[in-house]
Protein backbone atom coordinates (compact mmCIF):
# COMPACT_ATOMS: atom_id res chain seq x y z
CA UNK A 1 0.00 0.00 0.00
CA UNK A 2 1.03 3.35 -0.97
CA UNK A 3 1.77 5.73 1.98
CA UNK A 4 -0.04 8.68 2.83
CA UNK A 5 1.83 11.60 1.63
CA UNK A 6 0.43 15.02 1.67
CA UNK A 7 -1.26 16.67 4.49
CA UNK A 8 -4.17 18.70 5.71
CA UNK A 9 -2.52 21.54 5.05
CA UNK A 10 -2.44 21.60 1.09
CA UNK A 11 -5.21 22.26 -1.02
CA UNK A 12 -6.35 19.18 -3.06
CA UNK A 13 -5.39 19.04 -6.48
CA UNK A 14 -8.12 19.83 -9.08
CA UNK A 15 -5.90 18.25 -12.16
CA UNK A 16 -4.80 14.98 -10.09
CA UNK A 17 -8.48 14.20 -9.23
CA UNK A 18 -9.47 14.87 -12.62
CA UNK A 19 -6.66 12.69 -13.87
CA UNK A 20 -8.44 9.67 -11.06
CA UNK A 21 -11.48 10.12 -11.72
CA UNK A 22 -11.08 9.15 -15.81
CA UNK A 23 -8.58 6.25 -14.74
CA UNK A 24 -11.56 4.93 -12.84
CA UNK A 25 -14.18 5.63 -15.67
CA UNK A 26 -16.18 8.24 -15.00
CA UNK A 27 -17.23 10.43 -17.67
CA UNK A 28 -16.02 13.76 -16.58
CA UNK A 29 -15.47 15.60 -13.02
CA UNK A 30 -15.15 18.99 -11.82
CA UNK A 31 -14.89 20.51 -8.53
CA UNK A 32 -16.96 23.04 -6.59
CA UNK A 33 -16.87 24.53 -3.13
CA UNK A 34 -19.38 22.49 -0.59
CA UNK A 35 -22.15 25.97 -0.40
CA UNK A 36 -25.58 25.17 -1.94
CA UNK A 37 -26.28 28.00 -4.68
CA UNK A 38 -28.97 30.37 -2.94
CA UNK A 39 -30.90 30.66 -6.02
CA UNK A 40 -31.14 26.89 -6.27
CA UNK A 41 -32.00 26.31 -2.45
CA UNK A 42 -34.55 28.89 -3.12
CA UNK A 43 -35.81 27.61 -6.12
CA UNK A 44 -36.19 24.51 -4.29
CA UNK A 45 -38.09 25.72 -1.65
CA UNK A 46 -40.48 26.93 -3.49
CA UNK A 47 -40.92 24.17 -5.73
CA UNK A 48 -42.10 22.29 -2.36
CA UNK A 49 -43.98 25.22 -1.07
CA UNK A 50 -46.27 24.99 -4.65
CA UNK A 51 -46.48 21.55 -4.01
CA UNK A 52 -44.85 20.47 -6.93
CA UNK A 53 -43.10 17.50 -5.18
CA UNK A 54 -46.63 15.65 -5.50
CA UNK A 55 -46.45 12.79 -2.70
CA UNK A 56 -42.88 12.54 -2.61
CA UNK A 57 -42.86 13.58 0.83
CA UNK A 58 -39.29 12.81 1.58
CA UNK A 59 -38.29 16.16 -0.28
CA UNK A 60 -39.77 18.34 2.53
CA UNK A 61 -37.59 16.99 5.10
CA UNK A 62 -33.88 18.00 5.83
CA UNK A 63 -33.98 21.24 4.48
CA UNK A 64 -31.15 22.01 6.62
CA UNK A 65 -29.14 19.53 5.31
CA UNK A 66 -29.43 20.62 2.03
CA UNK A 67 -29.02 24.11 2.93
CA UNK A 68 -25.54 23.08 4.81
CA UNK A 69 -23.46 19.62 3.76
CA UNK A 70 -21.65 19.99 6.82
CA UNK A 71 -23.98 18.48 8.45
CA UNK A 72 -23.39 15.36 6.21
CA UNK A 73 -19.35 15.61 6.23
CA UNK A 74 -18.28 17.90 9.10
CA UNK A 75 -16.02 20.86 7.92
CA UNK A 76 -17.09 20.27 4.50
CA UNK A 77 -14.99 22.43 1.73
CA UNK A 78 -15.23 21.00 -1.22
CA UNK A 79 -17.68 18.75 -3.41
CA UNK A 80 -15.93 16.22 -6.15
CA UNK A 81 -18.70 15.94 -8.78
CA UNK A 82 -18.77 13.03 -11.28
CA UNK A 83 -20.97 11.81 -14.49
CA UNK A 84 -21.59 8.70 -15.89
CA UNK A 85 -23.23 8.70 -19.04
CA UNK A 86 -26.07 6.21 -19.60
CA UNK A 87 -27.02 7.03 -23.24
CA UNK A 88 -27.43 3.77 -25.80
CA UNK A 89 -30.01 3.02 -28.65
CA UNK A 90 -33.47 1.43 -27.87
CA UNK A 91 -36.02 0.08 -30.27
CA UNK A 92 -39.54 1.84 -29.95
CA UNK A 93 -40.97 -0.72 -27.85
CA UNK A 94 -44.50 -1.27 -26.98
CA UNK A 95 -44.14 -1.68 -23.53
CA UNK A 96 -41.25 1.30 -22.96
CA UNK A 97 -38.99 1.56 -20.12
CA UNK A 98 -36.85 4.21 -19.59
CA UNK A 99 -32.90 4.40 -20.62
CA UNK A 100 -32.07 4.63 -17.36
CA UNK A 101 -33.19 1.60 -16.16
CA UNK A 102 -33.02 -1.05 -18.74
CA UNK A 103 -29.68 -2.35 -17.00
CA UNK A 104 -28.08 -2.81 -13.53
CA UNK A 105 -28.95 -0.23 -10.80
CA UNK A 106 -26.72 2.91 -10.94
CA UNK A 107 -26.75 3.20 -7.78
CA UNK A 108 -24.67 0.23 -7.55
CA UNK A 109 -22.37 0.97 -9.90
CA UNK A 110 -21.81 4.93 -9.66
CA UNK A 111 -20.82 3.53 -5.84
CA UNK A 112 -18.45 1.48 -6.66
CA UNK A 113 -16.83 3.73 -8.67
CA UNK A 114 -16.80 6.46 -6.32
CA UNK A 115 -15.77 4.69 -3.37
CA UNK A 116 -12.80 3.76 -5.95
CA UNK A 117 -12.35 7.29 -6.22
CA UNK A 118 -12.13 8.09 -2.30
CA UNK A 119 -9.52 4.80 -1.67
CA UNK A 120 -7.53 6.67 -4.19
CA UNK A 121 -7.78 10.10 -2.68
CA UNK A 122 -7.36 9.06 0.68
CA UNK A 123 -3.78 7.48 -0.64
CA UNK A 124 -3.19 10.87 -1.50
CA UNK A 125 -4.50 13.15 1.17
CA UNK A 126 -3.84 11.99 4.85
CA UNK A 127 -6.76 13.58 6.90
CA UNK A 128 -9.25 13.45 4.37
CA UNK A 129 -12.53 13.05 5.45
CA UNK A 130 -15.35 12.31 2.89
CA UNK A 131 -18.68 10.36 2.26
CA UNK A 132 -19.45 9.42 -1.32
CA UNK A 133 -23.25 10.07 -3.02
CA UNK A 134 -25.47 9.05 -5.58
CA UNK A 135 -29.09 9.94 -4.92
CA UNK A 136 -28.45 8.99 -1.36
CA UNK A 137 -29.29 11.96 0.64
CA UNK A 138 -30.95 14.93 1.19
CA UNK A 139 -28.74 17.07 -1.68
CA UNK A 140 -29.36 19.35 -4.76
CA UNK A 141 -27.35 17.53 -7.08
CA UNK A 142 -27.68 18.86 -10.33
CA UNK A 143 -27.56 21.98 -8.57
CA UNK A 144 -24.10 21.09 -7.59
CA UNK A 145 -22.82 19.61 -10.57
CA UNK A 146 -23.68 22.64 -12.34
CA UNK A 147 -22.29 24.78 -9.93
CA UNK A 148 -18.98 22.73 -10.64
CA UNK A 149 -19.07 23.46 -14.07
CA UNK A 150 -20.35 19.45 -15.66
CA UNK A 151 -23.54 21.60 -17.46
CA UNK A 152 -26.58 23.88 -17.67
CA UNK A 153 -29.80 23.53 -16.21
CA UNK A 154 -31.95 22.72 -19.07
CA UNK A 155 -36.09 23.64 -19.49
CA UNK A 156 -36.61 20.15 -18.78
CA UNK A 157 -34.86 20.54 -15.78
CA UNK A 158 -32.30 18.39 -16.40
CA UNK A 159 -28.36 18.81 -15.68
CA UNK A 160 -26.61 18.93 -19.46
CA UNK A 161 -23.62 18.72 -20.54
CA UNK A 162 -21.98 19.74 -23.36
CA UNK A 163 -20.72 16.36 -24.67
CA UNK A 164 -23.05 14.10 -23.23
CA UNK A 165 -25.88 15.70 -23.27
CA UNK A 166 -28.46 14.88 -19.81
CA UNK A 167 -28.49 11.00 -19.79
CA UNK A 168 -26.02 11.11 -17.46
CA UNK A 169 -26.16 9.90 -13.68
CA UNK A 170 -24.60 12.08 -11.11
CA UNK A 171 -22.21 11.08 -7.71
CA UNK A 172 -20.55 13.23 -5.66
CA UNK A 173 -17.70 13.18 -2.92
CA UNK A 174 -17.94 15.65 -0.16
CA UNK A 175 -14.99 16.29 1.79
CA UNK A 176 -12.87 18.56 4.43
CA UNK A 177 -10.54 19.91 2.02
CA UNK A 178 -9.94 22.85 -0.18
CA UNK A 179 -9.14 22.89 -3.55
CA UNK A 180 -9.13 25.04 -6.52
CA UNK A 181 -12.47 25.12 -8.02
CA UNK A 182 -13.98 24.88 -11.57
CA UNK A 183 -16.10 27.82 -13.50
CA UNK A 184 -19.66 26.85 -13.91
CA UNK A 185 -20.69 27.35 -17.66
CA UNK A 186 -22.77 29.79 -19.15
CA UNK A 187 -24.43 27.69 -22.13
CA UNK A 188 -28.65 27.36 -21.29
CA UNK A 189 -31.58 26.78 -23.82
CA UNK A 190 -31.75 30.04 -25.39
CA UNK A 191 -35.32 30.24 -27.30
CA UNK A 192 -35.96 26.63 -27.38
CA UNK A 193 -38.72 25.02 -25.87
CA UNK A 194 -38.72 21.58 -27.39
CA UNK A 195 -39.18 19.92 -24.17
CA UNK A 196 -41.91 22.14 -22.78
CA UNK A 197 -43.86 21.16 -25.87
CA UNK A 198 -43.08 17.84 -26.29
CA UNK A 199 -44.41 16.77 -22.60
CA UNK A 200 -47.93 14.84 -23.27
CA UNK A 201 -48.79 16.28 -19.75
CA UNK A 202 -47.74 19.56 -20.02
CA UNK A 203 -45.57 18.96 -16.53
CA UNK A 204 -42.61 21.68 -17.70
CA UNK A 205 -42.57 25.55 -17.09
CA UNK A 206 -40.56 28.06 -15.47
CA UNK A 207 -41.90 27.12 -11.83
CA UNK A 208 -39.80 23.43 -12.70
CA UNK A 209 -41.22 20.04 -13.15
CA UNK A 210 -44.67 19.14 -11.85
CA UNK A 211 -44.29 15.61 -10.46
CA UNK A 212 -48.40 15.53 -10.23
CA UNK A 213 -48.64 15.17 -13.63
CA UNK A 214 -44.98 13.55 -14.97
CA UNK A 215 -45.47 10.58 -16.04
CA UNK A 216 -41.83 9.33 -14.98
CA UNK A 217 -42.89 10.11 -11.18
CA UNK A 218 -46.18 8.58 -11.32
CA UNK A 219 -44.91 5.15 -13.27
CA UNK A 220 -42.42 4.76 -10.73
CA UNK A 221 -43.25 6.80 -7.31
CA UNK A 222 -46.25 7.03 -7.22
CA UNK A 223 -47.23 4.06 -5.09
CA UNK A 224 -50.95 4.76 -5.51
CA UNK A 225 -53.41 4.85 -8.66
CA UNK A 226 -52.19 6.69 -11.63
CA UNK A 227 -54.76 9.99 -11.94
CA UNK A 228 -57.00 9.94 -15.08
CA UNK A 229 -55.36 13.18 -16.17
CA UNK A 230 -51.46 11.37 -16.84
CA UNK A 231 -53.53 7.75 -16.69
CA UNK A 232 -55.26 9.30 -20.33
CA UNK A 233 -51.71 10.63 -21.68
CA UNK A 234 -49.40 7.85 -21.07
CA UNK A 235 -49.16 5.75 -24.36
CA UNK A 236 -46.21 3.13 -24.04
CA UNK A 237 -44.86 4.10 -20.39
CA UNK A 238 -44.77 1.14 -18.33
CA UNK A 239 -40.97 2.28 -16.34
CA UNK A 240 -40.36 6.08 -16.31
CA UNK A 241 -40.33 8.54 -19.23
CA UNK A 242 -37.59 10.24 -21.32
CA UNK A 243 -39.69 11.98 -23.87
CA UNK A 244 -38.41 15.83 -22.54
CA UNK A 245 -34.54 14.14 -22.95
CA UNK A 246 -35.28 12.56 -26.60
CA UNK A 247 -36.43 15.64 -27.98
CA UNK A 248 -33.57 17.95 -26.83
CA UNK A 249 -30.96 19.06 -29.50
CA UNK A 250 -28.33 18.48 -26.77
CA UNK A 251 -28.76 14.38 -26.62
CA UNK A 252 -28.62 14.28 -30.86
CA UNK A 253 -25.43 12.62 -31.67
CA UNK A 254 -23.89 11.86 -28.38
CA UNK A 255 -21.66 9.53 -26.95
CA UNK A 256 -23.09 5.90 -26.38
CA UNK A 257 -22.79 4.68 -23.11
CA UNK A 258 -18.84 2.87 -22.55
CA UNK A 259 -20.66 0.86 -19.38
CA UNK A 260 -22.11 -2.61 -20.35
CA UNK A 261 -23.82 -2.37 -17.12
CA UNK A 262 -26.13 0.33 -18.25
CA UNK A 263 -27.58 -1.61 -21.58
CA UNK A 264 -30.60 -3.33 -21.84
CA UNK A 265 -30.28 -6.71 -19.63
CA UNK A 266 -31.95 -9.19 -17.28
CA UNK A 267 -34.57 -9.06 -16.29
CA UNK A 268 -36.07 -5.92 -17.92
CA UNK A 269 -35.20 -7.37 -21.49
CA UNK A 270 -37.57 -9.81 -21.63
CA UNK A 271 -40.16 -8.34 -18.71
CA UNK A 272 -43.90 -8.72 -19.38
CA UNK A 273 -47.08 -8.94 -17.40
CA UNK A 274 -46.87 -12.96 -18.04
CA UNK A 275 -43.48 -12.84 -16.43
CA UNK A 276 -44.13 -10.79 -13.62
CA UNK A 277 -47.81 -12.68 -12.36
CA UNK A 278 -45.45 -15.87 -12.39
CA UNK A 279 -43.42 -14.01 -10.16
CA UNK A 280 -43.57 -14.36 -6.28
CA UNK A 281 -43.25 -11.40 -4.26
CA UNK A 282 -39.94 -13.09 -2.96
CA UNK A 283 -39.00 -14.54 -6.63
CA UNK A 284 -39.38 -10.56 -8.19
CA UNK A 285 -36.83 -9.39 -4.78
CA UNK A 286 -34.49 -11.68 -5.61
CA UNK A 287 -34.41 -11.32 -9.50
CA UNK A 288 -34.43 -7.68 -9.19
CA UNK A 289 -32.69 -6.80 -6.43
CA UNK A 290 -29.91 -5.20 -9.13
CA UNK A 291 -32.15 -3.15 -11.24
CA UNK A 292 -33.63 -0.05 -11.02
CA UNK A 293 -37.15 -1.61 -11.42
CA UNK A 294 -37.22 -3.14 -7.75
CA UNK A 295 -38.18 0.43 -6.83
CA UNK A 296 -41.54 0.53 -8.66
CA UNK A 297 -42.19 -3.10 -7.20
CA UNK A 298 -44.14 -5.65 -8.96
CA UNK A 299 -47.66 -4.83 -8.13
CA UNK A 300 -47.14 -1.13 -9.81
CA UNK A 301 -45.02 -2.74 -12.38
CA UNK A 302 -48.27 -4.78 -13.09
CA UNK A 303 -50.80 -2.34 -13.09
CA UNK A 304 -48.64 -0.12 -15.50
CA UNK A 305 -48.78 -2.81 -17.99
CA UNK A 306 -51.93 -3.80 -17.52
CA UNK A 307 -52.77 0.14 -18.37
CA UNK A 308 -50.10 0.34 -21.67
CA UNK A 309 -51.88 -2.76 -22.68
CA UNK A 310 -55.22 -1.63 -22.67
CA UNK A 311 -54.17 1.28 -25.25
CA UNK A 312 -52.38 -1.14 -27.20
CA UNK A 313 -56.16 -2.77 -27.49
CA UNK A 314 -58.45 -0.13 -27.79
CA UNK A 315 -55.77 1.60 -30.21
CA UNK A 316 -55.30 5.03 -28.49
C1 LIG B 1 -37.15 13.65 -6.85
C2 LIG B 1 -36.36 13.22 -8.07
C3 LIG B 1 -37.08 12.96 -9.23
C4 LIG B 1 -38.57 13.32 -9.39
C5 LIG B 1 -38.69 14.84 -9.64
C6 LIG B 1 -37.73 15.33 -10.73
C7 LIG B 1 -37.51 16.82 -10.80
N1 LIG B 1 -37.21 17.30 -11.97
O1 LIG B 1 -37.61 17.52 -9.78
C8 LIG B 1 -38.98 12.41 -10.59
C9 LIG B 1 -39.51 11.08 -10.05
C10 LIG B 1 -40.02 13.00 -11.53
C11 LIG B 1 -37.63 12.18 -11.24
C12 LIG B 1 -37.48 11.81 -12.56
C13 LIG B 1 -36.27 11.63 -13.18
N2 LIG B 1 -35.07 11.56 -12.58
CO1 LIG B 1 -34.76 12.02 -10.78
N3 LIG B 1 -34.26 12.61 -8.98
C14 LIG B 1 -34.94 13.10 -8.02
C15 LIG B 1 -34.03 13.48 -6.84
C16 LIG B 1 -34.11 12.36 -5.79
C17 LIG B 1 -34.33 14.84 -6.19
C18 LIG B 1 -34.55 15.95 -7.21
C19 LIG B 1 -35.13 17.18 -6.59
O2 LIG B 1 -34.72 17.61 -5.53
N4 LIG B 1 -36.14 17.77 -7.29
C20 LIG B 1 -36.65 19.06 -6.94
C21 LIG B 1 -36.15 20.08 -8.01
C22 LIG B 1 -36.66 21.47 -7.67
O3 LIG B 1 -34.73 20.04 -7.92
P1 LIG B 1 -33.77 19.55 -9.10
O4 LIG B 1 -34.51 18.75 -10.09
O5 LIG B 1 -32.54 18.99 -8.50
O6 LIG B 1 -33.40 20.94 -9.78
C23 LIG B 1 -32.52 21.88 -9.22
C24 LIG B 1 -31.85 22.68 -10.32
O7 LIG B 1 -31.78 21.90 -11.47
C25 LIG B 1 -32.69 23.90 -10.48
N5 LIG B 1 -33.87 23.77 -11.40
C26 LIG B 1 -34.70 22.76 -11.57
N6 LIG B 1 -35.68 23.02 -12.41
C27 LIG B 1 -35.46 24.26 -12.83
C28 LIG B 1 -36.19 25.01 -13.75
C29 LIG B 1 -35.76 26.30 -13.99
C30 LIG B 1 -36.59 27.11 -14.94
C31 LIG B 1 -34.61 26.80 -13.32
C32 LIG B 1 -34.17 28.18 -13.56
C33 LIG B 1 -33.88 26.02 -12.42
C34 LIG B 1 -34.32 24.75 -12.19
O8 LIG B 1 -33.16 24.15 -9.21
C35 LIG B 1 -33.31 22.93 -8.50
C36 LIG B 1 -32.86 23.15 -7.09
O9 LIG B 1 -31.46 23.25 -7.05
C37 LIG B 1 -32.62 13.52 -7.56
C38 LIG B 1 -31.42 13.15 -6.67
C39 LIG B 1 -30.94 14.35 -5.86
N7 LIG B 1 -30.66 14.13 -4.58
O10 LIG B 1 -30.82 15.45 -6.36
C40 LIG B 1 -32.81 12.57 -8.77
C41 LIG B 1 -32.18 12.99 -10.09
C42 LIG B 1 -32.49 14.46 -10.30
N8 LIG B 1 -32.93 12.21 -11.07
C43 LIG B 1 -32.24 11.81 -12.08
C44 LIG B 1 -32.76 11.08 -13.20
C45 LIG B 1 -31.75 10.36 -14.06
C46 LIG B 1 -34.15 11.07 -13.46
C47 LIG B 1 -34.87 10.57 -14.71
C48 LIG B 1 -34.12 10.72 -16.02
C49 LIG B 1 -35.31 9.10 -14.56
C50 LIG B 1 -36.42 8.68 -15.54
N9 LIG B 1 -36.16 8.50 -16.80
O11 LIG B 1 -37.55 8.52 -15.17
C51 LIG B 1 -36.15 11.42 -14.66
C52 LIG B 1 -35.94 12.76 -15.38
C53 LIG B 1 -37.19 13.59 -15.39
C54 LIG B 1 -36.86 15.09 -15.37
N10 LIG B 1 -37.09 15.76 -16.47
O12 LIG B 1 -36.39 15.60 -14.33
C55 LIG B 1 -30.79 12.27 -11.97
C56 LIG B 1 -30.59 13.50 -12.90
C57 LIG B 1 -29.39 13.42 -13.81
C58 LIG B 1 -29.29 14.63 -14.70
N11 LIG B 1 -28.40 14.52 -15.68
O13 LIG B 1 -29.97 15.63 -14.55
C59 LIG B 1 -30.68 12.61 -10.42
C60 LIG B 1 -29.71 13.76 -10.08
C61 LIG B 1 -30.22 11.31 -9.72
C62 LIG B 1 -28.73 11.03 -9.92
N12 LIG B 1 -27.94 11.03 -8.85
O14 LIG B 1 -28.26 10.82 -11.02
N13 LIG B 1 -36.59 12.41 -10.37
S1 LIG C 1 -40.36 12.80 -17.86
FE1 LIG C 1 -42.02 12.74 -19.41
S2 LIG C 1 -43.87 13.41 -18.32
FE2 LIG C 1 -42.11 13.96 -17.01
S3 LIG C 1 -41.63 16.06 -17.59
FE3 LIG C 1 -40.38 14.77 -18.94
S4 LIG C 1 -41.66 14.46 -20.77
FE4 LIG C 1 -42.98 15.25 -19.17
S1 LIG D 1 -35.13 20.63 -25.40
FE1 LIG D 1 -34.49 22.77 -25.67
S2 LIG D 1 -35.47 23.83 -23.94
FE2 LIG D 1 -35.49 21.66 -23.45
S3 LIG D 1 -33.65 21.31 -22.25
FE3 LIG D 1 -33.13 20.88 -24.39
S4 LIG D 1 -32.31 22.81 -25.18
FE4 LIG D 1 -33.39 23.28 -23.29
Same mark, same amino acid.
Given at each position: ???????????????????????????????????????????????????????????????????????????????????????????????????????????????????????????????????????????????????????????????????????????????? %???????? *? =?????? !??? /???? #? @?????????????????????????? %???????? *? =?????? !??? /???? #? @????????????????????????????????????????????????????????????????????
Amino acid at each position: MTKPTKTINIKIDAKLVRKLAFEIGFDDCKICNANPPIKDISFFENWIAINKNADMAYLEKNINIRKDTSLLVPNSKTIICVILNYNQKLDDKEFYISKYARGKDYHIVMKEKLASLETALKQEYSGLISRIFTDSAPILERAFASKAGLGFIGKNTCLIHPKFGSFTFIGEIICN %IEANYDDS *I =TDNCGT !CEL /CVNA #C @PVGALSSAGLDANKCISYHTIENKNE %IPKYTAER *I =TNQVFG !CDI /CQDV #C @PYNQNIPLTKYEEFLESEPAKSLSINKLEALSNSQFKKQFVSSPLLRAGKRKLIANYKLVGEKGKSGE
